[in-house]
Structure formats: C-alpha cells, structure tokens
C-alpha cells in the first residue's frame, strides 16, 4: 500500500489516537476488544483486517498488530527490530547473545536475526518477518536473571540482557553469539567497563561448568589483568570444555583452565589489533 493510497476512517483513526495517547505502537485483537466493549468481536476483526490492507497496520504475530507511522510506505516499513521483542515473546523475555552484543556497542557487523531470551518455550523457536528473522532461546528458571531496561535510541528503551549477563550468556552458548572470536572481541572491547565482580556472581549464580574456564582462558590470553582471574580459577570442575562450540572438537588442552583450545590462539588475540 503506497503512501499516498492510505485511508483512515473515522474507526480507524479513533483507534489509532487512543492507542497514540496510551503511548503504544503496537497492540492486540484483545486490546482493541477491551477498548469497544460495546462493539461486535466480529466487526473489530474487520475493522482491523480493513486496517492491515489499508497499510496502516502491520501484522506481526497472530492477532498482533504494530502501527505503522503515516508518513511510511507501509510496503517495506520495518520497525527497529529491538522494539518487537516485546509484542512478539509477551512481558518476560529479554534480549540477548548477538543481538545484546549490538545493543551494547561491541559488534561491528548486525545480524539479520534478533534473539530473545524466553522464559517458556515458544514455537516455532524462529519466525520471520519481512526479511527478518527472529529467534526465541529458552533459559531456564536458574539462567533467567541479569536483564533491564536500555536505551537503544534517543526515546526507545528495551529489556536487554546487562553487559556482564551478555557476555556469560555469549560463552555459554558460543554458537548463538557468532563463535568464540566474536566473544573475545567483545570482551576486549568491554574490558573497562566491566564489573567484574558482578561477573564473578552471576557466573557462581548461573551454574555453568564451561563458562568460568571460557572466561578465564580468553582474559588471561588477552592479558586483561581482571581481578576475579584466581577466583574464576578455584571454581573450575575437573571436566574438560571445548573453547568454542562452532568448530570440531580437536587441538591441544590447556590444563590450567581445562580448556580444548580448538581455534588458533593467534586468530582470538588478533582481535587487540582489530
């Protein structure tokens, strides 16, 4: 639906108003049936039907819809992917892995994905939206923690994984953050913002047993002289980790953070010069 072929109707624009004094850009079938107790089912399924084909409305999910703004040719109009996070995975979710990692500033190259971090199983776990592809990762009880509300514009706030809780979540399911090189970049980028005994507690409180030596190997091959390094050390199990979970498991060990060094070490400390 071009621009100039746009109609709003006097249904449509009481709609569209209230929702825009509410300061919402999206809602629900049962939004809108809330909004007109006094009004058919039937008919606000239409009216909004009338809405999506007129192009003032875009489809996200079923029986979920966002606002398309006037002015914008409702044909390739793309609300930032960040802000459907919320319409698309309910109230109890959070951003995460490569798509934190862009919120937080430490990747050069977005993905045509965006991860949520769920507390339920949704399904499908991908969907798609205009080109777009949207994932849904399950974290159980124990790892669904470390997450507030960040800017990702000048008026636009989102629930986002916090740094500390991006990067164990990236080292915990490496493959999810586009490998271990990525991570390590990240890391040496974040070196002097992070908290690091923060980290400390949420690795304790996360529970995972390849994560503390992930950490510990890739600070100390950087030569990030972080303050948790021996504490990181006194809680690794006997167990041996795969350093990166995107390549095959082969290379040599590394005994003091029991680690399986299965990516040249040269490639991860060229990220200090990239």
Not at 157 to 164: A, G, M, N, P, T
Request: contains cysteine; proline residues 4%; charged residues 25%.
């Amino acid at each position: 639906m071009d621009i100039k072929h746009k109609r709003i109707t006097s249904k449509a624009g009481e709609i569209l108003t209230r929702f825009n004094v509410m300061d919402k850009s999206w809602f629900t079938y049962d939004d809108v049936i809330k909004m007109f107790p006094q009004t058919e089912i039937k008919t606000i399924r239409q009216q909004i039907l009338r809405m999506v084909n007129e192009g003032l409305l875009l489809r996200v999910k079923e029986g979920i819809f966002y606002i398309i703004p006037y002015e914008q040719d409702s044909l390739s109009y793309m609300p930032d992917w960040h802000l459907l996070a919320e319409p698309l995975a309910g109230k109890h979710y959070y951003i995460g892995y490569y798509s934190a990692l862009q919120i937080h500033n430490l990747i050069t190259q977005p993905s045509l994905k965006e991860q949520i971090v769920v507390n339920s199983q949704i399904k499908p776990s991908i969907i798609e939206i205009r080109g777009v592809k949207f994932q849904f990762i399950y974290h159980n009880s124990k790892h669904f923690f470390g997450y507030k509300k960040t800017w990702i514009d000048s008026f636009n706030k989102v629930l986002c994984s916090d740094l500390e809780k991006t990067i164990i979540d990236c080292l915990h399911k490496p493959d999810y953050a586009g490998g271990i090189v990525e991570i390590a970049k990240a890391i040496y980028i974040a070196k002097d913002k992070l908290k690091y005994d923060q980290l400390l507690n949420y690795i304790v409180k996360f529970g995972s047993q390849s994560v503390p030596k992930r950490l510990g190997y890739i600070l100390e091959l950087l030569g990030i002289n972080a303050p948790c390094i021996e504490e990181l050390n006194k809680i690794l199990t006997d167990s041996i980790a795969i350093l990166d979970t995107t390549t095959p498991k082969e290379g040599a060990i590394n005994t003091r953070w029991r680690i399986q060094q299965n990516v040249d070490l040269e490639t991860i400390k060229s990220v200090i010069y990239t």
